[in-house]
């Protein structure tokens, strides 16, 4: 990701309740001791500024969010966004996403998965520093209950074919199911920060949705 600078953040305003760092999770894992009650969980893991988990933590407030992004610096931006709104559903985790999965997350424990933009890491010998490896994607297609719900979306047209592949070879989850292109509201109507950056750019925006079955 273009590292480009956050805006500054109210210094009265209080994370607490809002960013956690990877080492002040719960283990064994308690959705509870982040969110004050049990609800469907759904976890972004790289969420960057925070802008799908603020309108998604809003948009359903039935559920609960964990947003997880490795630069602390979004990390912390992504939870004032939610600590300024008080969206009490919803919590941000500075730390790595794949880690969580691996160590955390059990079996079944989660109603949706979503993966925006990740980074495409375009060079061949860098790939294996990508998110969406072959084993974060068996860690996926175990976190999550029947029925739950993984999203994927990309500009990358060779990322978005090269993890479908993987995801056919390791995992039962079914899909792809084509995702609807939204014409905009307004400028912020846009599901992330990178989508509306890569529809300004005029990109092409690969969307798809897996059902754990
Ligand atoms: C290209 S940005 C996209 C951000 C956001 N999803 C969006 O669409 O605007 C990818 C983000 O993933 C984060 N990231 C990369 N590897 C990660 C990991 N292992 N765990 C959590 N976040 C990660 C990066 O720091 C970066 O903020």
């Given at each position: 990701m273009g590292r480009r600078a956050v805006p500054s953040i109210?210094?009265?305003?209080?994370?607490s309740r809002h960013l956690k760092m990877?080492?002040?999770?719960?283990e064994p894992w308690d959705p509870v001791a982040l969110f004050e009650r049990q609800a469907p969980l759904e976890v972004e893991v790289g969420?960057?500024?925070g802008l799908f988990l603020q309108n998604a933590a809003r948009a359903t407030p039935e559920h609960n969010f964990l947003g997880i992004e490795v630069a602390h610096k979004y990390a912390r931006f992504a939870a004032s966004r939610l600590a300024k709104r008080q969206l009490a559903n919803a919590v941000m985790v500075s730390g790595d996403g794949l880690r969580l999965f691996r160590e955390l997350l059990p079996e079944g424990s989660l109603e949706a998965v979503h993966v925006y933009f990740p980074d495409p890491w375009w060079k061949k010998r860098h790939r294996k520093r990508r998110v969406l490896t072959p084993e974060f994607l068996i860690d996926v297609s175990r976190t999550l209950r029947v029925g739950g719900l993984f999203h994927f979306w990309t500009d990358v047209e060779e990322y978005f074919l090269t993890t479908l592949d993987l995801l056919a070879e390791v995992s039962s989850l079914r899909g792809p199911e084509p995702v609807e292109e939204k014409s905009p509201?307004?400028?912020?109507?846009?599901?992330?920060h990178f989508e509306r950056r890569k529809r300004k750019d005029g990109l092409p925006i690969y969307r798809s949705l897996f059902t754990r079955v």
């Open positions: 109210d210094p009265s305003l209080s994370l990877y080492d002040e999770l719960p969420s960057g500024k509201e307004h400028d912020l109507d846009y599901l992330t």
